[in-house]
């Protein structure tokens, strides 16, 4: 099983790429985690650009999902709604929208936030959005409130309820993936 | 006085006409009502002494729209999902028949959610075409709520009012051939 983490921030200490780098031991031994660090290099979002070749870090993160049983994405909440840069970058992954990567894709959505509720008017969004790319938004839910407070200086979880949530969700994926490995494989 | 005793076609095994059949749907959205069919769907009906039994199946990947990105987003996990649920269902447990007027009460599923659905419509008397073939046609129709099958999604409009009805009518218009 291949599993695309994305780190919505673009910082190098980010708390949602800390929350993603602590899913990794909870994945199956033989899952596969492709943490992707390419956000930053994606280029805004212009139709008039969007014919022929793609931009490479564009051209990337399509194939990457592609690539992927499924997707784990960590987003941060900026004035209380998706980062523009994460937001920019389904954009591209959206065209065209019917054969777009995301498509029936299992994808869950979980946050760390500074604030006291966790990022999760950026979760109801990001889920909104990849609801409209047909992907399959997994019922699942993680947010942690006083990112600044919950890692350690390694950068690991110190609470154990956000662990043992963080495990639920990654349970939720396996599953997901699994169900749907099935269910294409009867119908192939 | 109604009978229910009088057979909804004569004895036999009748197979739909795919050519010249219709399933479609209807829904209030916006300021109007969104019509769209379905191109491929099967049925079946078959009377055997004083029983009738109508089964028919709903392939979803052929919602015929418009538009390629609403299909493809009426067969996402957001409307009918049709990777995981490809085929809606039908399944009468029990036709009654009053003059030409129809009552069918049945099982429908729609994205792996069953429930009992009551289907009104007509049957038009049997005939036999020019080439020596036995048919039958039933004109049927439903409205349900979507949102009890699961599919739920909606947008809001600026006023905050949803953009789209919860009920749905799906029309049938159904012409059989004895097998």
Known sequence: MRVLAIPGSLRNDSYNAKLLYNSVELFPDDAVLDLWGGLKDVPPYDEDDDGGDAPAAVAELR??????????????????????????????????IATNPMRNKPVAVIGASTSSFGGVWAQAELRK????????????????????????QFGRLTDQNF????????????????????????TA | MSTTETLIAPAGSWQLDPV??????????????????????DGRLVVDGNEAT????????????????????????????????PELRFTATQISLDGENVNVRGELTIKGVTRPTEVTGTVAAPLT????????????????????FGVSWNIPLPSGEPSLADDVSINAELFFIKA
């Open chain 1, 63 to 96: 194939d990457a999902i592609a690539r992927a049983d499924a997707v784990l994405i960590a987003t941060p909440e900026y004035n209380h709604s998706i980062p523009g840069q994460l937001k920019n970058a389904f954009d591209w992954v959206s065209r065209p």
């Open chain 1, 129 to 152: 959005v990849l609801g409209a790319l047909g992907a399959r938004v997994l019922d699942v839910e993680l947010a942690v409130p006083h990112a600044h407070e919950r890692f350690d």
């Open chain 2, 54 to 85: 109508l089964e028919g199946t709903v392939k979803v990947a052929s919602v015929d729209v418009k538009d390629e990105n609403l299909a493809a987003h009426l067969q996402s996990p957001d409307f009918f999902d049709a990777e995981q649920h």
């Open chain 2, 129 to 148: 075409d020019a080439y020596g073939r036995e048919r039958v046609g039933l004109r049927l129709t439903t409205t349900v709520d979507r949102t009890a």
């Open chain 2, 20 to 41: 010249h059949s219709q399933v479609g749907f209807e829904v209030a959205y916006l300021s109007g009502t969104f019509k769209g069919q379905f191109r491929e769907f």
């Open chain 1, 163 to 186: 662990t043992e949530q963080l495990a639920a969700v990654v349970d939720s994926i396996v599953l997901a993936v699994a169900e749907r490995t099935a269910r294409l494989e009867l």
